[in-house]
């Protein structure tokens, strides 16, 4: 049961570098989801997909790219990184969320650092 | 837009005792979900328990129960029977039942929870 994966689980860039966070999972979720943690801070939302080639932004969209080419896939593009991105990164996944009974299941995150 | 507070950013509590954390939320919609999860050191984000805006009976899950004031837009989180693994950072979250709502999360700044042996 591997669920949703996230790669890699640590990370260094220095400012202007580009780098791609990855998210996978295998239970055939249509909702897949990017939020970012900060200290003092709960998770906010970065970008969602609510099915392959569907994305919309969310609260923090800014310096971020996404594309879902695939049900299982969806990752997240930093392109020129800034140290106001310096944060955690969690994917989540779930069924529509328009199911009463929908539960949304959260990778382990990625520690991210910008120099 | 909605927003969750949490007024408490730490709180202990001993072990075997009860501890409630409190949140507080707005919102101009009628049907919609709170939730609480925990975030341990190992930064895994975990759903503790759900209520849902249009079942009056609070929730329940084993030692976690929940206070649910709508009109107060109230959830508050007890644990009882505290125990070491109890320890981490909980985020209140609500989200939309419907609409452009319905796929985001919003969560409060967290509460971090320690217990005392």
């Known amino acids: 049961n591997a669920g949703v994966t996230q790669t890699p689980k640590f990370q260094v860039l220095k400012t202007g570098q580009s780098m791609t966070l990855q998210c996978a999972q295998d239970?055939?979720?249509?909702?897949m989801s990017w939020y970012r943690q900060d200290p003092g801070m709960g998770l906010r939302l970065i970008h969602y997909?609510?099915?392959?080639?569907?994305?919309d932004q969310g609260e923090v969209p800014n310096g971020y790219n996404v594309s879902r080419s695939t049900t299982e896939d969806f990752p997240l593009r930093l392109l020129s990184a800034a140290p106001s991105q310096t944060s955690v990164y969690f994917c989540?996944?779930?069924?529509?969320?328009?199911?009463?009974?929908?539960?949304?299941?959260f990778g382990s995150g990625t520690q991210l650092s910008v120099l | 837009a909605q927003t969750v507070t949490q007024s408490q950013p730490e709180m202990s509590v001993q072990e075997a005792e009860t501890v409630t954390l409190s949140c507080t939320y707005d919102t101009s919609e009628s049907d919609y979900y709170l939730f609480w999860y925990k975030q341990p050191p190992s930064r895994q984000m975990i759903l503790v328990i759900r209520q849902e805006a249009y079942k009056q009976q609070n929730a329940t899950e084993n030692r976690f129960s929940v206070n649910f004031q709508k009109a107060a837009k109230s959830f508050s989180l007890k644990i009882s029977d505290s125990q070491l693994g109890d320890a981490a950072m909980y985020f209140c979250?609500?989200?939309?039942?419907?609409?452009?709502?319905?796929?985001?999360?919003?969560f409060g700044k967290g509460t971090k929870l320690s217990v005392i042996p």
């Open positions: 979250a609500y989200r939309a039942h419907s609409g452009a709502g319905s796929y985001q999360l919003t």
């Open positions: 989540a996944s779930s069924y529509s969320p328009g199911q009463r009974k929908e539960k949304l299941f």
């Open positions: 997909s609510v099915g392959a080639g569907i994305t």
């Open positions: 239970m055939n979720h249509e909702y």
